[in-house]
């Protein structure tokens, strides 16, 4: 067949078509199935070195995030060089023209070096693990994934956070060691002092049992004067993240038994005085 004067070899179009798209094909077949099998395989080697070598489970699975990351993006930089093996293209030249524009954006990529540079102190500074309840960059929240360039944290209304790593120049990690739970309670001005600490200790005592306490909950006494209360206060050592919940269940107990015994827990009260002329 003619087409402006030139030949077009249709057969030979076709065959080169057929020849580069089976291999290509093998070569998305081939990274389909080698990605679940490497994800797998990661996995499987840190929960190993995790039982030989009794490391948490929260820095496993930071670490696990982290490698399998990684490993997709060595995917994704394999299977483009070689899809340019198949299409018989040289790679040299692209890299070398990749590497003159990066050199020419490098300068408006330092965000993102700093972004690397302070993920790994953070990883090897062991300073937040995956599961961790952290305050970071102004956000509250359990951290889902630790990134080379950015952080993952889930706030405790459900939103996800990104926050890039540069950003977190400090951490406060709420989820190292026991935590605390603290309660205060404010009784009437008229009300027994005395007898109320006698009431709230009896329920300190009813959660002595209680296997979210590591020690109390005590009762510490008045813990300072309020426009209408008196405020007293209990504090006790929880297990990691089973502080609000203990803290809950103490203060509904606090409740019933205050009402049992004619207790009162005050409210604000405002005065109005209407002048006559």
């Not at 205060?184 to 005395?194: E, K, Q, R």
């Not at 990691?240 to 604000?268: H, V, Y």
């Amino acid at each position: 067949m003619f087409e402006n004067g030139l030949k077009i070899d249709w057969s030979f179009i076709l065959e080169n078509v057929i020849y580069y798209g089976i291999q290509i094909l093998i070569l998305i077949i081939a990274l389909l199935i080698i990605s679940p099998i490497g994800k797998k395989l990661i996995s499987a080697a840190l929960n190993k070195s995790s039982s030989r070598q009794n490391v948490s489970e929260a820095r496993i699975q930071t670490l696990e995030k982290l490698l399998l990351n990684v490993f997709s993006y060595v995917l994704i930089f394999i299977f483009v060089v070689m899809f340019f093996g198949i299409i018989e293209q040289p790679i040299g030249p692209l890299l070398a023209g990749a590497g003159v524009v990066g050199l020419a954006i490098g300068f408006g990529a330092q965000g993102l070096v700093s972004d690397i540079v302070t993920g790994f102190f953070i990883l090897l500074e062991k300073q937040i693990d995956v599961g961790d309840y952290v305050t970071a960059a102004g956000y509250d929240g359990i951290v889902e994934e630790v990134g080379l360039r950015t952080t993952k944290i889930r706030g405790f209304n459900g939103t996800l956070h990104y926050l890039p790593n540069r950003e977190i120049a400090g951490v406060s990690n709420h989820s190292r060691g026991n935590m605390r739970a603290l309660v205060d309670i404010g009784i009437s001005y008229d009300d027994n002092i005395d007898q109320a600490m006698a009431v709230l200790k009896s329920v300190c005592e009813e959660f002595e049992s209680d296997p979210r306490f590591m020690e109390g909950p005590d009762v510490l006494g008045v813990q300072g004067f309020g426009s209408s209360e008196v405020v007293l206060r209990i504090i006790g050592k929880t297990e990691n993240m089973e502080q609000w919940g203990a803290e809950r269940e103490i203060r509904k107990r606090i409740k019933e038994t205050f009402d049992e015994n004619n207790i009162e827990i005050p409210f604000p009260h405002q005065v109005y005085v209407q002048k006559n002329n």
